[in-house]
């Protein structure tokens, strides 16, 4: 898996590939990893399959009743922690590297990755998967604050793209979904392969 998130000038852009693979076999060359959390809050899944859907599940379902008893939006920051309760308190029995990433009227665009043992960083942009270690210097060298929504988007494409041509764990279409305060943006880019291709 390549997963990423870049903040730019008003929201913030995840992106995954579409590689699920047992192996050298690719069980799924179409998967979803971006997972909408609530409104305007998505997740970006890698690790095990199985555990990071039944995370994501918890998590929306958590949110989902936290906005009926208080009608309002979860911070991105609420989300992150949620999620990073979950993945700590279980860490002996999972296999999930996820990045919680979306808008809020307090913090704007906002990133937050949640590693295996389940810490929890905030972080200016955030990668993971076994593909980021092939992007993390065209990151480090290319991202800026403050990006336009096309800016970040191509910059997360042409990052997932160089990962998905190196690691063999990640492949199939690049899939985005930008997340502003107007609302959520999806889109993907590849496929039509043929089924062999
Ligand atoms: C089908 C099936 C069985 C397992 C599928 C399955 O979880 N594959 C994993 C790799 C893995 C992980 C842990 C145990 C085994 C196999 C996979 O493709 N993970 C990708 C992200 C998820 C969200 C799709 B990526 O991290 O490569």
Known sequence: TTILALPFDGGVVVCADSRTSTGSYVANRVSDKLVQLSEYIYCCRSGSA???????????YFLNQWSLDTGRQ?????AAHLMRRLIYNNKDQLQAGVIVAGWDPVDGGSVYTITLGGS???????????????????LDSEFRPNMSK???RSLAKKACAHAM?????????????????????????????????
């Not at 199985?50 to 929306?60: C, S």
């Not at 279409?173 to 291709?197: H, M």
Request: proline share 4%.
């Open 74 to 78: 979860p911070t991105v920051k609420t």
């Open 150 to 152: 096309d800016e970040a």
């Open 165 to 197: 041509t190196r690691d063999g764990s990640s492949g199939g279409v690049i899939r985005t979904v930008a997340i502003t305060s107007e609302g959520v943006d999806r889109d993907y880019t590849g496929g039509n392969e043929l089924p062999f291709g």
């Open 120 to 138: 929890c960083l905030e972080l200016p942009f955030a990668t993971g998967g076994s593909g980021s270690i092939f992007i993390a210097g065209l």
């Open 50 to 60: 199985a555990d990071t859907q039944a995370l994501t599940d918890y998590v929306h």
